[in-house]
């Protein structure tokens, strides 16, 4: 389990998108301004709003122990309607690596860095099949 204090921040996945997580459990998601984010133990919550829709992204996750790489897996994703789209056919839930704005602050500090930090990734998190 993670404390809050380790997710807070800004982090980079491995297409160059930016995710912040603030104390306030405000959060830039995907350029989306109006996401709220909670964790409890190794699960974390993110409400993100796109149009007129509200979504509801479950993860489980984990933290290296330097603090410096986040492994996220998807294990729901519903509307506000209470659709799950990890039902939908096609859709396959894959586990994404992010890495801490000060180790990955362009795409290329990201790619250099991120050797480092797959064979640290939890068994759960399989990187090698993207």
């Known amino acids: 389990a993670q404390s809050g204090a380790l997710t ?24 989306d301004q109006q996401a709220q984010w909670s964790q409890s133990g190794d699960e974390m919550t993110v409400l993100a709003t ?8 479950v993860f489980k996750f984990d933290i290296s122990e330097d603090g410096k790489a986040m492994w996220l897996l998807p294990t729901s994703i519903t509307d506000n309607e209470g659709k799950e789209y990890m ?20 795409l290329n500090n990201y790619m250099s860095h991120a050797d480092t930090y797959t064979d640290q990734g939890p068994n759960w998190c399989d990187l090698d099949s993207e």
């Open 8 to 31: 807070e921040g800004t982090w980079m996945n491995d297409q160059g998108q930016r995710f912040t997580f603030r104390e306030d459990n405000t959060a830039d998601w995907n350029r």
């Open 50 to 57: 796109y149009g007129d829709t509200a979504f509801t992204h």
């Open 87 to 106: 039902d939908e056919p096609g859709y396959e839930a894959s586990c994404s690596m992010m890495l801490k704005s000060d180790l990955a602050k362009t």
